[in-house]
């Protein structure tokens, strides 16, 4: 016979507490703990954020201190972009040793050009450490190219102008290296002397010359003094000069205030040598080379000497002359021309005296005509 169990309210009371503890950690195994866990996180992401925002805040305020860095290393730059530039100008080192020359009171007496070479930026530093100095780098360019050339310069003076000289060359901003000079002094403490001089700019743009920039007004009379002018007499025959010549000979009257010769490189006033005498006188020029072709000439024992680019067939000397002014009118020259180069020297003469011609051309060498 079965006896009925009945349950004890204590009982109960036990079965009640244990399943809401059940029902407790299950909502807190699925409901409370991911919410709890996504609560952590969310707090992690934004300390992180603030951080994140105070080194912003930290940041913008030293915008300005950034902004005066950067323009302070622009200036840098640019002061180093004058010191060595990128770009080489056999014109801009001549107007400077001319002007050195003018400020110091030290003649100079001729300037002579070694001619360029284009190095690498290890090859050129052992240059200047005393390395070969015939050490190039085929694979130099870009910003590892230096362009070098040597430089000889004669002059003569006295030993405070010679001081005098290479302190402007050492205030200056653009950087020209001394490599040695050799001087003698006469019984009067005159010095004559040789100084040797290298001049370099760095970069893959070293040929593009960025050029003078005159404020001047214009000149009167014609922008090209070669051109023929109206009634004037034509010389020689054969070929004929087209555009700007690239040597040029001015022959003036005794009767005028400026030199009566002047001969130089065009149109570049800087390579210039002039006389100023009333007679007849002895120059000459000598070109060699191929497209690089070097020259030297020679008036009234003055010389100057340099090297240019040329993809042209010939090389034109433009000799622009005028009538005698009076039987005591004796400015003339006699040019002497030596070409060892493959090209044509023209030499072209204007405006000269028909009766009693300025100009002739003496000894010639190689192939020379009279256009």
Partial sequence: MSKNYTMSKSEFVLIVVLILLGILLLAGNYFVLPAWQELNESRERLEMQT??????????????????RAEELDRQIEALNVSIPDYYSQEE????????????GLE?????????????????????????SGETSGGAGGLDQVTAERLTVNVSGSF????????????????????????????NGKLTGILNLLVFSVGPEAEMYPGYNYDAPP?????????????????????????APDFYIIISSSLDNNSGVQMGRYPVSATQVSSGRNETMPASITFTGTDLISYRYTLDGK???????????????SVLSRARKSDDDFVGVTLDVINETNKTVVVSVRNDDPSSPRFSLGTTSGMVMLG
């Fill in 51 to 68: 951080q994140q925002l105070e080194s912003l805040r930290r940041e913008h305020q030293n915008v300005e201190s950034y902004q005066e």
């Fill in 93 to 104: 080192i001549v107007a400077a040793i001319s002007q050195a020359s003018r400020d110091s």
């Fill in 108 to 132: 100079v007496i001729n300037i002579t050009f070694g001619g360029r070479t284009a190095l690498s930026k290890d090859a050129f530093v052992s240059q200047l450490k005393g390395a070969q």
């Fill in 160 to 187: 405070d102008q010679y001081m005098n000289f290479l302190s402007i060359f050492e205030l200056a901003s653009r950087r020209v290296y001394f490599r040695s000079a050799t001087l003698n002094a006469d019984q």
């Fill in 219 to 243: 000149a009167d009379g014609r922008a090209d003094p070669f051109e023929p002018m109206a009634g004037g007499i034509p010389g020689g025959t054969g070929l004929t000069q087209q555009g």
């Fill in 303 to 317: 010389t100057y000497s340099g090297t240019y680019d040329t993809n042209k067939d010939t090389i034109t000397i």
